[in-house]
């Protein structure tokens, strides 16, 4: 690891409500970048470097910290946050980072870049976590769905998540079907720093990427079909996002689980069912004892998409993030979306509502590893001060 740093003024200046999110597209700027942080007032930041840059390669760097600025900054209008539950203010009887005890008593074992095996006391509480999502579904009636981790390039590119997330994309290649190629890289195959060393020519096109987010596949199911009533649906699933150095501790994984609630159909039907699965999961964030705030918020679109995409989202509070505290940071933490997607997704998949127009869609997500990552982080360690619904739950664990 360098100590090299590079510290920039920066113009335009970047706007509060907008620095966490520069902060971490800076991440995607360049390799040589192991991390970027920008200074409280905007004006200024500082990039930790992996090597000492010449100048040709820093008036490079600077010019695609422009770009960056120029595309998210420049014009771009403070959002309207709108919070609708606000319980951050509960007595919380912890402060500390729970990922210092996970790593040091092997309640967690970092096998890699944003992956983690997950010992019992955490695995415990994301089990229980989906049981109460599981509980959440059933009183929608939603219908179980299981999906896979693999999803179709054809489908991603329908629904524009090449132009939208590109930054987080992941791909799943095999071996050829030809058996020298086969022998060659039983041969030559190696890992080197980490990653795997083979002839390219062995393997094969990119046929399947690993799955973003678990609604698409439902969207998929239902193409070209009209709907005679609303669909309500549920599943929990494996979502892959690459997060670059972003990816520190179980806050931000590159491979997580997300439970889904899912709805389709006419607008009125979608929006009542998200308010429902909204004010529904009020009742669990009580008996977890959660510390959190309920407010809008928008996607991470890439660099290009972003102020256009973001502005947007917010203009039509199209999103809304469960933010749990995280004392230790005296910060929040997404672990929970309630989301309607108008009718994009009715579009670009060809499904049609009751009503004769395309569906409209939406969709409650939950976190599973951040919100016991969240709780952790709020009630520490000591089962005597969790909440009685948590630790009967997980009593003998
Ligand atoms: P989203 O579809 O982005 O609203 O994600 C739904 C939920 O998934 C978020 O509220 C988080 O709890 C969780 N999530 C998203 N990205 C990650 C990540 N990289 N690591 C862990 N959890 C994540
Ligand atoms: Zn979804």
């Known amino acids: 690891m360098s100590n090299q740093t590079l510290s920039l003024t920066l113009d335009p200046v970047v706007p509060d409500f907008l620095i966490d999110q520069v902060q971490s597209k800076m991440a995607y700027l360049d390799e040589s970048v192991q991390r970027a942080v920008v200074c409280p007032d905007g004006s200024c930041m500082t990039l930790y470097l992996v090597q000492e840059l010449d100048l040709a390669a820093q008036k490079t760097l600077e010019e695609k910290i422009h770009r960056v600025l120029t595309a998210m900054v420049s014009g771009a209008l403070k959002p ?3 919070i609708l ?12 980072d729970p990922m210092d005890t996970l790593l040091e008593t092997g309640g967690v074992y970092k096998e890699g870049k944003g992956m983690y095996v997950l010992g019992p006391l955490v695995a415990s509480l994301v089990e229980y976590f989906n049981r109460e999502c599981v509980d959440l579904a059933g009183s929608f009636e939603a219908r179980p769905y299981r999906f896979p981790v693999l999803i179709s390039p054809e489908l991603l590119e329908r629904v524009d998540y090449f132009r939208s997330f590109p930054h987080s994309l992941n791909f799943v290649r095999h071996l050829r079907e030809d058996l020298d190629k086969i022998e060659t890289f039983a041969e030559h195959a190696h890992c080197e720093n980490g990653c795997l060393v083979a002839p390219e020519e062995t393997q094969s096109d990119i046929e399947a990427m690993l799955s973003p ?8 199911a239902l193409s070209g079909t009209t709907l005679d009533e609303g669909v309500k649906a549920t599943a929990v699933g494996h979502c892959f996002r690459y997060e670059s150095s972003n990816l520190t501790s179980l806050t931000r994984l590159w491979d997580f689980t997300m439970y889904e609630v899912i709805f389709v159909g006419e607008k009125d039907f979608v929006l009542d069912n998200r308010e429902e699965g909204r004010k529904r999961a009020q009742k669990m964030y009580e008996r977890w004892g959660l510390a959190y705030r309920v407010e809008s918020a928008n996607d991470p679109f890439f660099v290009g998409e972003f102020k ?5 989202q917010s203009a039509f509070q199209l999103k809304y993030e469960v933010r749990a505290a995280l004392p230790f940071l005296n910060d929040t933490l997404a672990v929970a979306s ?11 998949m060809e499904i049609t509502a009751p009503d004769g127009k395309p569906a409209h869609t939406g969709c409650v997500a939950f976190g599973l590893e951040r919100l016991a990552f969240a709780f952790l982080a709020q009630y520490g360690f000591e089962r005597k001060t969790w909440p009685a619904d948590v630790r009967r739950a997980l009593k003998g664990i």
């Open 80 to 82: 309207r946050i709108k």
């Open 85 to 96: 539950e606000d319980k951050l203010d509960r007595k919380l009887p912890f402060n500390k």
């Open 213 to 220: 987010a678990v609604c698409f596949h439902l969207y998929q």
């Open 308 to 312: 256009k995409q973001a502005a947007f």
């Open 338 to 348: 309630y989301n309607y997607h108008q009718d994009f997704f009715g579009r670009k």
